[in-house]
């Protein structure tokens, strides 16, 4: 038992644990921890992903925005995302009849299945998910327009493998492949420890899809613990306002999102961003 740290920008952020599975993909090292505090966890590259008891802050904040608020939500694309988490918020909706998840690293979702099986839980198994190990950024390329109802990147920080999911040619690709109605969904980084990535994210979505809005909550384990989600639409903003059904099929399982907690965090804009997006 020790200390496994990421350290970010003169800052560590750590856990007492014990380090019970490392490999090296192509991509990145898989490293899987066993915490006193928030149990099982995974890092890649030595940077902090996900663990047993904090993971529900992010994939609950990153899906159901996106979920209840889409016109439809029969066909979502998941690129990333291999340990299971989001997938498996995703697949709460009964609505959604099929969803294509394309992770690049395989690696990922071997040792998530192993280690990590409550993140995905039934997931894996729910004939709905079509997983594809794959260039996610290429499925987005070649998928045909208008061929998905929410599309959503769970993807780590903009270097190695993830670099490509945060440029104009990738969103203009979400873009072209979202249905009228559909919502855009990804993770943006800290508004305190990404500051200047969050900024140019949030804008460049604004280009590209004339409207975004960004989302803050947190997630204790990331560097400062203050996350962000952004959401776009080819139309309106409609992941603002979830609908009341679709809601209410999902809200009593989440420990973290509801629709009063949804409204709170796309309102606690701080004050310097607010005038950075506004400027």
């Known amino acids: ?48 992903m996900t663990a047993e008891r904090q993971e529900r802050h992010y994939h609950e904040a990153l899906v159901h925005p996106a979920l209840c608020g889409a016109a439809s939500i029969e066909r979502v694309l998941v690129i990333g995302g291999g340990d299971g988490g989001t997938a498996r918020e995703c697949l709460r909706h009964p609505g959604v009849q099929q969803l294509d998840m394309v992770e690049i690293d395989g690696l990922v979702v071997e040792l998530s299945q192993k280690h990590l099986p409550s993140l995905g839980a039934g997931a894996w198994s729910d004939p709905r998910l079509q997983l594809t190990i794959g260039d996610g950024i290429a499925w987005a390329a070649n998928a045909a327009d208008a061929s998905y109802d929410v599309v959503i990147v769970d993807g780590s920080d903009p270097a190695g493998p993830a670099e490509g999911l945060f440029n104009r040619a ?46 803050y909550g947190w997630v204790p384990m990331y560097p400062s613990g203050w996350w962000s989600w952004t959401f776009a639409a080819r139309d309106g903003r409609p992941y603002l306002q979830p609908q009341a059904d679709r809601a209410a099929s999902v809200a009593a399982g989440c420990e973290i999102w509801s629709p009063r907690w949804q409204r709170g965090a796309f309102e606690a804009v701080p004050a310097a961003i607010e005038r950075a997006l506004n400027a």
């Open 170 to 215: 990738f969103f203009d690709h979400c873009r072209r492949i979202l249905k009228p109605g559909g919502v855009f969904a990804t993770q943006s980084e800290s508004p305190e420890a990404f500051r200047q990535v969050h900024l140019d994210m949030v804008l460049l979505l604004r280009e590209v899809f004339g409207q975004a809005d960004p989302m």
């Open 1 to 48: 038992m020790g200390w496994i740290d990421e350290v970010f920008d003169g800052v560590r952020y750590g856990l007492a644990g014990s380090v019970i599975a490392e490999a090296e993909s192509p991509f990145q090292r898989v490293t899987i921890i066993d915490s006193e505090r928030y149990g099982k966890g995974l890092l890649l590259d030595g940077c902090w």
